[in-house]
């Protein structure tokens, strides 16, 4: 199973940006798919997480602010993330699950210039 994560970038304070990751490699009825973040010299973060039937949860520190949604017949997650802040600049990470297990992105960089 392969996660290619892609949509990072350089961005203004109050910007916008859409990262999308596309499951690969015979993967098959997966269950949750979501965003987690790392910030330079801190923990990986729980960013954003959404079932196979819809249902989503947020980290406090973006609610409001980004969105995440899927595609389940393109095996694909998406995080929109909207008036962007420079405490959110860190790579993030997608991940998805099934009853095998879980796996992880790469990562892509986001970063956010005051």
């Known amino acids: 199973v392969q996660l290619q994560a892609s949509g990072g970038g350089l961005v203004q304070a109050g910007g916008s940006l859409r990262l999308s990751c596309t499951a690969s490699g015979g993967i098959s009825s997966i269950s949750g798919m979501g965003w987690y973040r790392q910030a330079p010299d801190k923990q990986r973060e729980f960013v954003a997480r959404?079932?196979?039937?819809?249902?989503?949860n947020y980290a406090g520190s973006v609610k409001g602010r980004f969105t995440i949604s899927r595609d389940n017949a393109k095996n694909t997650v998406y995080l929109q993330l909207n008036s962007l802040k420079p405490e959110d600049t860190a790579v993030y990470y997608c991940?998805?699950?099934?009853?095998?297990?879980?796996?992880w992105g790469q990562g892509t960089q986001v970063t956010v210039s005051s």
């Open positions: 959404i079932s196979n039937s819809g249902i989503t």
């Open positions: 991940r998805v699950d099934n009853v095998r297990g879980v796996w």
